[in-house]
């Protein structure tokens, strides 16, 4: 089973600044079979990325995925207020699907 | 807009049976795999279940092997997953998802309560 460790587990900005998270795989991750989502209190899950750096549909640009092998990165370019969430990673690589246990995003 | 909502959560006692059901709207349902994720307490998201489109192809996690099924209707653009024989070990919010790699949309889950 592929482990996927976010970091950090709590991340403190202000609008305007870059996030950068991170997502470490146990194992590599084969093709690039990795995800991002963001989740809010209440909402269901939203993709943001797939494939690593693929952006979803009507996804800003400012987010965006990077990496390959056992670490990924996603940047958020300049932090909007409706930023602040919790994101997770998700590898779809290799059974048993995976999922990471969150980075939370938090105003400053 | 695409969407996905859940139904059919409720406290059940250990042993107990429940139906969980999906509704899908705004997208050709018939055209998508589409999958069960749940998120128990304290704990990680899971991969639950499966379906493939024309419900001919199914995957469940070893730990609902044997009590789950998942089922779907393509006239009524509806998923379903059958429980039976809860345990506490299945008390989770359950989503369903669209999509067998990465999910797109997800439903914003239905509470499964199991105890006694």
């Known amino acids: 089973e592929i482990v996927l460790t976010q970091s950090p587990g709590t991340l403190s900005l202000s609008p305007g600044e870059r996030a950068t998270l991170s997502c470490r795989a146990s194992q590599s991750v084969n093709s690039n079979y990795l995800a991002w989502y963001q989740r809010k209190p209440g909402q269901a899950p939203r993709l943001l990325i797939y494939d690593a750096s693929t952006r979803a549909t009507v996804i800003p640009d400012r987010f965006s995925g990077s990496g390959s092998g056992t670490d990924f990165t996603l940047t958020i370019s300049r932090l909007e207020p409706e930023d602040f969430a919790v994101y997770f990673c998700q590898q779809y690589a290799s059974s048993p699907m995976t999922f990471g246990q969150g980075t939370r995003l938090e105003i400053k | ?116």
């Open chain 2, 1 to 116: 807009e695409v969407q996905l909502v859940e139904s059919g959560g409720g406290l059940v006692k250990p042993g107990g049976s429940l139906r969980l059901s999906c509704a899908a709207s705004k997208f050709s349902f018939p055209d998508h795999c589409m999958t069960w994720v749940r998120q128990a307490p304290g704990k990680g998201l899971e991969r639950v279940a499966y379906i493939n489109e024309d419900g001919s192809e199914k995957y469940y996690v070893d730990s609902v092997k044997g009590r789950f099924t998942i089922s779907r209707d393509n006239a009524k653009n509806s998923l379903y997953l059958q429980m039976n024989s809860l345990t506490v070990d299945d008390t989770a919010v359950y989503h369903c998802a669209r999509g067998i790699g990465w999910f797109a949309p997800w439903g914003q889950g239905t509470l499964v309560t199991v105890s006694p």
